[in-house]
């Protein structure tokens, strides 16, 4: 737990790489990026559940959460990793190219992971953020 809070990633990654480098193996590009797109997809659903709850903090981490597992899926798949915010910003750029919208709907999903920390954003705007994320998510996944 603790080292998943310190690199910023899911728990479910780290005993992933955990258990890779303890067996000497490692996914295939396929299994990695259904791995991050089944993340991608609880994720999802736990924000669902947080915002109906009125838990807006949590709900904008796990929607930022759900984004980033999309976009390492889609990574995956072209056989890279992404190990930091900056690979994530430049393997969407990347995929985006002139996409403008795909971009918007990226800083969104960054917007929602300031706000689990800073807990600035008013709750409609989190609904509409996460919504926001949902077709992230949707686009990405028709990449895959």
């Given at each position: ?14 005993v992933?790489?955990?258990?890779e480098?303890a067996?000497?193996?490692s ?8 791995f ?7 994720f999802l659903?736990?924000?669902e ?18 984004a ?5 899926a ?10 930091s915010?900056g ?5 969407v750029?990347?995929i985006?190219?002139?996409d ?19 807990g ?18 949707e ?6």
């Amino acid at each position: 737990m603790a080292e998943a809070e310190r690199r910023g990633a899911a728990v479910d990654e780290v005993v992933v790489e955990l258990l890779e480098r303890a067996l000497g193996a490692s996914l295939d590009p396929p299994e990695r990026a259904e791995f991050h797109r089944d993340l991608a997809e609880r994720f999802l659903r736990e924000a669902e559940e947080l915002l109906a709850r009125g838990d807006y903090l949590q709900a904008s981490e796990k929607a930022w959460g759900a984004a980033a597992q999309i976009v390492k899926a889609v990574a995956a798949k072209a056989g890279k990793e992404l190990r930091s915010h900056g690979d994530l910003w430049r393997f969407v750029s990347e995929i985006a190219g002139e996409d403008r919208e795909l971009r918007r709907l990226w800083r969104t999903a960054n917007s929602l992971h300031q706000n689990f920390y800073e807990g600035w954003m008013p709750p409609e705007d989190v609904r509409y953020a996460v919504e926001d994320v949902k077709q992230f998510v949707e686009r990405l996944k028709r990449m895959l």
